[in-house]
């Protein structure tokens, strides 16, 4: 859906675009000047690395700029334009249901509405729309989250999680255990919640969102 190659073109051309260096653009959002340097792109191994989505929404807010003018602006669209395509879509108050995932915490059953989005030939994202102020200040009502089950995640991604009781939340992935979930909340005014792997049904990853 989204290239490793295609991101960080996007966070040097906003770079470009605010009279920047990538390592300027770092510092101005409060991140370690080097997070963008081209050296921490690839691994020494060759693997690729990804920026954060925590990094990177921490530098949207440091310029007002949203994930669609950050998409755009690197040519990300433009890429995937050719791989466009409808994908599940369900109301996040409706997540909680029975009936709408399987056990992976892919879309199953009946009930589910369809966005079209950028996404790759053997995608498996899917798409929650925000309802109410819970998620603020990142998530707005009416905001829809692009979410991927297959997508690895990592301390400081934002995800979905759902629990066995039926309880979905999305927050970000502080630590991961064999046995314990940390996770930290989106909006301030809600404290951390740490979970036992055993109440947790799944977590996916948020690639995005349309806001």
Do not use: C
């Not at 998530?139 to 997508?151: H, N, T």
């Not at 930290?184 to 948020?206: F, G, M, Q, T, V």
């Amino acid at each position: 859906m989204i290239t490793h190659r295609a991101i960080w073109s996007a966070i040097d051309t906003l770079a470009q675009r605010r009279g920047l260096s990538v390592s300027g653009l770092a510092r101005l959002a409060g991140l370690d000047p080097t997070a963008f340097n081209p050296s921490k792109r690839v691994s020494k191994d060759g693997r690729e690395r990804w920026p954060s989505t925590e990094s990177i929404a921490k530098t949207l807010g440091s310029v007002n700029e949203s994930m669609d003018q950050f998409l755009a602006g690197g040519g990300v669209y433009e890429q995937a334009d050719a791989h466009k395509a409808a994908v599940p879509l369900l109301g996040f108050a409706q997540a909680g249901a029975g009936g709408f995932f399987d056990s992976g915490g892919f879309p199953a059953g009946q009930g589910w509405d369809e966005v079209s989005i950028p996404v790759g030939p053997n995608s498996s994202t899917y798409a929650l729309e925000v309802s109410g102020e819970s998620m603020l200040p990142l998530y707005r009502d009416g905001d829809v989250i692009i979410v991927s089950p297959d997508e690895q995640i990592r301390r400081g991604d934002r995800v979905v999680v759902r629990t066995l009781d039926g309880e979905v939340m999305a927050k970000i992935l502080h630590r991961q255990t064999a046995n314990t979930v940390e996770l930290h909340s989106l909006n301030p005014e809600h404290p951390p919640r740490s979970l036992s792997a055993k109440e947790i049904d799944w977590i996916a990853r948020i690639l995005w969102a349309s806001q």
